[in-house]
Nanobody, 124 residues
Framework: QVQLVESGGGLVQAGGSLRLSCAAS????????MGWFRQAPGKEREFVSA????????YYADSVKGRFTISRANAKNTVYLQMNNLKPEDTAVYYC?????????????????WGQGTQVTVSS
């Protein structure tokens, strides 16, 4: 399995921006489709965004569409989540995930490798 480490979380005011990074190691990163999920206190983990191995296909949750952008740099073994116009309801722990497949997926169960998470807090 690939090992994943997220970074870039923090505290930001509503309307602000953050860029999350997820560094992968252990396997050939380009063989993996990647995803971002989040989990707020007392809630289930939910899909945020996903990207195929080639970056040709991307998916977004309706709640973040138009505000968040997922991208990847296979040469750097890294996937990014650019988050703009953040809202208090975006507050959560954000997790990076990898699935050994070409296609992007919105399903938690499709991802075998997970990072430890990074906290994003948006104040109003």
């Amino acid at each position: 399995q690939v090992q994943l480490v997220e970074s870039g979380g923090g505290l930001v005011q509503a309307g602000g921006s953050l860029r999350l990074s997820c560094a992968a190691s252990g396997r050939t990163f380009a063989n993996y489709a990647m995803g971002w999920f989040r989990q707020a206190p007392g809630k289930e983990r939910e899909f945020v965004s996903a990207i195929s191995w080639s970056a040709f296909t991307t998916y977004y949750a309706d709640s973040v569409k138009g505000r968040f952008t997922i991208s990847r740099a296979n040469a750097k073994n890294t996937v990014y989540l650019q988050m703009n116009n953040l809202k208090p309801e975006d507050t959560a722990v954000y997790y990076c995930a990898a699935r050994k497949a070409q296609g992007a997926s919105r399903e938690v169960a499709d991802f075998a490798s997970w990072g430890q998470g990074t906290q994003v807090t948006v104040s109003s």
